[in-house]
């Protein structure tokens, strides 16, 4: 019955996943109500919200346009599930930012698949990855799936492995543009933001670990079952979802490297697993066995959800 309900890519069915992500969103928000004394506090959180709303439906267009899925909405539902996990990230201004630049690029890089204006989509890409790097540097290690990308297309052009460094030329100049305008230390915001901490020791609470713990055990089941049943899918869709499975390892390496660890950082994650997910419920053909994935995955998050307010 549930799965029923997302099945079909309906007005409805978005409504539904924008007012509970504005439940959830005013749950987590209300634990600490003095920004609601501020104006411009007021502003950012809308912001956010907006920001986190346009990231779902980016997931869902990278899957609905590329052919990934077939005519469900069920990608916007899990992705809303997976910021469940870790509902500290709804407050991560730097994380969303970082992410939603990271969802453009990786929408680009899935429509390579066309060939049309390949050249465009891989600067495109790589633009936006170099922005991403500004609210969180680390993002940067998405150049390897441009990279990736143009090896699988347009590999045998070399003017297209030149783009990538023309868009870091263009950003680094805007930066170096918005660094003198507002004062800023370049080499100090470089220093900063470039470290590293591979120590998973952060938890201030047993239940992050336990949203950790569960988070991982979910994504390990759609990335097996994404591995397992890849030979199965269209010839033609080999490559999209490769890069898929590429950029949720990529999200986990900078996971794994950032300094100021926290769960937040495997936002990276949450649009390839989302995508994966989908992929896993609609290739199963018992409705009782994507019934039971999908009520274990809802009763996880709200579980990880809940326990960390």
Known sequence: MITSVFKK????????VVILML?????????????????????????????????IFIANFITKKNGLSKDSSYT???????????????????LILANFFILLALRRLISLQ???????????????????????????LFLVLVFISIIFHVSRDYRNWLLPFIAF?????????????????????????VSTNFNIDYFTNNYQNAALSIYVSVALFFVVSMFLTLSNRPQLLHT??????????IGVIIFLISSNKSNDLLVFTFAPIA???????????????????????????LFAFFSQL
Not at 121 to 139: E, N
Not at 277 to 287: F, K, L, M, N, Y
Not at 291 to 301: H, T
Request: with cysteine; net charge neutral; hydrophobic share 60%.
């Open 114 to 140: 066309s060939l049309k204006a390949s050249k465009e989509k891989i600067f495109d890409a790589s633009l936006w990855i170099f922005v991403a790097t500004l609210f969180h540097f680390w993002s940067i």
């Open 23 to 55: 439940v959830f969103f005013l749950i987590y928000q209300f634990q600490d109500v003095s920004w609601m004394s501020s104006g411009v506090l007021l502003l950012q959180k809308s912001g956010l919200l907006l920001v986190l709303l346009a990231s």
């Open 169 to 193: 030329f263009t950003i680094g100049i805007v930066f170096l543009l918005f660094a003198a305008i507002w004062d800023v230390n370049v080499i100090e915001f470089v220093n900063s933001n």
């Open 240 to 249: 999209s979802f490769k890069k898929i499975i590429a950029s949720f390892f």
């Open 275 to 301: 995508i994966m997910a989908t992929s896993h419920i609609e290739i199963v053909q018992q409705q009782m066995k994507r019934e039971i994935v999908l009520a274990v995955f809802i009763v996880c998050s």
């Open 76 to 94: 916007i539902f899990f992705y809303f599930l997976l910021l469940l996990f870790f509902p500290s990230v709804l407050d991560n201004v730097n």
């Open 9 to 16: 890519s309906t007005p409805l069915n978005y409504s539904l």
